[in-house]
């Protein structure tokens, strides 16, 4: 069984930073994509960053600039660097696998950042 565990989320003053990972544990492989959502109250989850097995990045606008993802393969781990951060950027922030080449979608569990004015 798959399971994405997500760690570094917390309470940050606005134009602070934050480090986000996920680490993927049990039988994953395959992997194409890594990839950031956010949802805050009352919004849909929305892509924040996706990179993919091959290092091409993409990025929401709204933290183009400011936050940064990036992966280690041999640890099937993705992280996301964020930077200056903004009241706005406050959510739960959720980590995604498509793996297996494609056919299987695995999320954390998610963890809260709380930007604060």
């Known amino acids: 069984q798959v399971q994405l565990v997500e760690s570094g989320g917390g309470l940050v003053q606005a134009g602070g930073s934050l480090r986000l990972s996920c680490a993927a544990s049990g039988s994953i492989f395959g992997i194409n994509i890594m990839a950031w959502y956010r949802q805050a109250p009352g919004e849909q989850r929305g892509l924040v960053a996706r990179i993919t097995n091959g290092g091409t990045t993409n990025y929401a606008d709204s933290v183009k600039g400011r936050f940064t993802i990036s992966r280690d393969g041999a640890k099937n781990t993705v992280y996301l660097q964020m930077s200056s951060l903004r009241p706005e950027d406050t959510g739960v922030y959720y980590c995604?696998?498509?793996?297996?080449?494609?056919?299987?979608?695995?999320w954390g569990q998610g963890t809260q950042v709380t930007v604060s004015s």
């Open positions: 995604n696998f498509k793996w297996n080449w494609g056919t299987v979608d695995s």
